[in-house]
């Protein structure tokens, strides 16, 4: 059996789908909201996250930063937001930069829960 090429994407997987993340959490900061030379809105933000997930049968706390990026119409939907917000975000996993290669989520879909 032919071994898996570094980066080849799974039999029957988009390589699209291959790269989603969505994570649920509370907006812990938010950067101002700028615009790229093509005049795209973009703001870039960090999401804090904490839950209780199971690995190998036993329960485990899970807590996590990630920075975030968005563009377009959900930058806007960012640029009011407060710290302390919760939300869901979704998007894929890209490196910072060409030199930084630490991954940052580009989200594409955004849901802001609703406060009871």
Do not use: W
């Amino acid at each position: 059996m032919p071994a898996e090429s570094e980066g080849a994407v799974p039999v029957g997987v988009s390589p699209q789908l291959a790269n989603r993340t969505e994570l649920a959490g509370q907006l812990l900061e938010r950067g101002i909201l700028r615009y790229t030379p093509a005049g795209v809105p973009v703001i870039e933000f960090r999401v804090a996250h904490m839950s209780e997930q199971i690995e190998a049968g036993t329960s485990r706390r899970v807590e996590c930063e990630l920075a975030c990026i968005a563009l377009g119409t959900t930058a806007l939907l960012l640029k009011e937001a407060s710290p302390g917000t919760d939300l869901t975000v979704s998007g894929f996993l890209a490196a910072k930069s060409l030199k930084q290669k630490v991954p940052v989520l580009h989200v594409t879909m955004i849901e802001f829960a609703e406060k009871i």
